[in-house]
Each structure stands twice: as C-alpha cells, then as structure tokens.
C-alpha cells in the first residue's frame, strides 16, 4: 500500500537534492531531480527517496560554481551576455529565485521561455527538460511549494547557464536548411506537430538502435519536455517550441545519428510487437538508470495522448542497451 503521494515524495527528493552539483564526470547533467519527479509520476513514489539516495552513492557530483555578481533581469545587455556561461549559473539561479519570489511562476516562466528557447541544444537539451519537469511538479504542488519554486529557478538556471546558439540582439547568418522562420499557427496545429516529432524520433532511436544509447534518448525526451511545458505557454509561444525542437533535433541527429548497433552484437531481436506499459515501465524502474525511467515516463504520458507502438519500442531498447551500457 503506497504511503507517499506524489507532490510528497518529490518534495522530499527535492530537499534531498538541495546543493548537490548540476553536473558529474564530464559535463554529464544531473538528472536526479527530473527522474525523481517522473518515477513519482510513474507511481512509484514509495520508491522515491530510496532510488535519490542511491543515486548519490552512485554519482560523483561535481561542486556548483560560486556566486560571482548579480545579474539584473531588466537590463538585457547584463543577463545576454551571461547566456552560455556555466561559471555564472550561480548567478542565473539567484536571478531566478529573485523573479519567482516576486512574480507568479506563470508570468516568469512565459517572460523568459522565448528567451531561452533558441539555446535549448545546450548540453543535449538538459536545461529545458529539468525546467519541464519542474513546472510539473509546481503546477501540481499542493501545500507549500517553495521547493518546486527553487527547483524552477534551478531548472531555468541550468538552462541559462548552458545555452548553445544566438545570443540576443546578434545578427546571425542564414544557415543552411535552417528551420522555417515563425509563422501563425493554430495551437491545436503546433502540438500536432511536436506529437509527430516525439513518435518520429522514437520510431528513429528504434531503427538507429545506437550502440551508445544514451545522446538520441534527447531526441526523443527534449521535444517531449517542450510539450509538457505548452500547457503553461500562451498560444503565440507553441509554434516557435515546435520549430526550436525540430531544429535541435536536427543538429542531435547530425551529431549522433550514425550509432548504429553493429552487425553481429549478441542482442536478442527486437520484438515485433512493443511490450506492455507496465512492463516497459516495470523494466526501467528496476535497472534505476535515469534516462531509462525518465524516456519511460515521456512513452506512458505520449502512448496515454495517441497510442503509438513506437514509444514502448523505443523504451524497452533504451533500456537494453542502457543495461549492456551504463553511463
């Protein structure tokens, strides 16, 4: 009989979590707080604090940098120039913390959604995925939510922080097949459009079946994350969400894209029907890799709006290959 519920136990996780380092080994984002609130999510919130405390046996988690100055959120020149500078994510998390200790988590979430959305690539869309689970988790507290409020400000720190692309104001040459540039859009029409990129890229990890498994796990979980946030956006930020997880996903893609298995590795084939929910789920759970829970979440949630057998053929071989190859 579960005794937790789950604004408790990622509560709990998230005091647990408070101070730990956003980072381990080379650059490798933690990910303690998004599984934590997508393993409550799955149901398992009676398994929360035991899975956070084994991760923190498990992961050497580097030390935060120090607070250097403060940055001002109403002057632009001072906070664009701190995009993509990780010594000042101290800096960007008390920037944060400032804004939702004065405005609805709402109207900062919206003011600088559009702001960091062009730099989403950044350490394989990280930022944003520890934002969307933070506004989750915030948007269904109950009781005081000053732990889901910091871990927002966390989240968009993060994000911050690790931007990667156009700094505002910069004039930026015209690339190559770049994204189309925005355009009216129906709100229906561009939620369409990110449920076909997530079923696209699940379909593209399964085909791929890379033989290191987790980089294209972001095609997949990145899009995703900006779906989840869309709820909680005005209508005129759904398309430009849509075009900005298209085109990380391209760039991930171009990077990561030819991981394929190699001929010959032993591994059972994959099945041609996918595996039950719970199964798929169930797996996951008990190898307690990150990734592997958190892609889980991301097919239950996708398969629940539009069932789709890619989703469960996606998690169940992130899965297996997670097992052969842990981070």
Not at 80 to 101: N, T
Request: hydrophobic share 45%; proline share 9%; glycine share 8%.
């Amino acid at each position: 009989m579960a005794t937790m519920n789950y604004s408790d136990a990622v509560s709990e996780a998230l005091h647990r979590l408070q101070g730990v380092g956003f980072e381990h080994g080379p650059s490798f984002a933690n990910h303690a707080p998004m599984a934590a609130e997508a393993l409550a999510r799955l149901g398992f919130a009676d398994d929360v604090p035991a899975w956070v405390e084994q991760n923190l046996r498990q992961r050497r988690y580097l030390e935060r940098p120090r607070p250097r100055w403060a940055l001002s959120a109403e002057d632009q020149a001072d906070w664009a120039s701190a995009l993509g500078d990780f010594s000042r994510v101290a800096d960007w998390c008390g920037l944060f913390d400032r804004e939702l200790a004065e405005l609805p988590w709402s109207q900062v979430l919206t003011t600088w959604w559009p702001r960091l959305l062009p730099g989403m690539s950044g350490v394989l869309t990280h930022g944003v995925i520890r934002t969307a689970h933070a506004v989750r988790a915030l948007a269904e507290a109950s009781g005081d939510s000053r732990l889901q409020l910091g871990e927002l400000a966390q989240g968009l720190g993060y994000w911050a922080a690790r931007y990667s692309g156009p700094v505002p104001g910069e004039t930026q040459p015209a690339a190559a097949g770049a994204a189309e540039p925005d355009r009216p859009a129906e709100p229906a029409a561009a939620l369409a459009a990110l449920d076909e990129l997530i079923a696209d890229s699940a379909g593209g990890y399964v085909r791929t079946a890379p033989s290191f498994p987790v980089p294209l796990i972001h095609t997949i979980t990145g899009p995703a994350a900006v779906r989840l946030v869309c709820a909680h956006l005005p209508a005129d930020q759904l398309w430009p969400s849509y075009l900005a997880a298209r085109q990380t996903n391209a760039v991930m893609w171009s990077y990561f894209g030819g991981m394929a298995e190699p001929a010959g590795a032993g591994d059972q084939p994959r099945p041609p029907q996918p595996p039950a929910l719970a199964d798929l789920v169930g797996a996951a759970v008990e190898l307690g890799d990150e990734h592997a829970i958190k892609l889980a979440e991301v097919a239950a949630r996708h398969h629940a709006l539009a069932p789709d057998p890619r989703y469960a053929l996606a998690s169940q071989l992130a899965t297996r290959q997670i097992s052969r190859h842990p981070v």
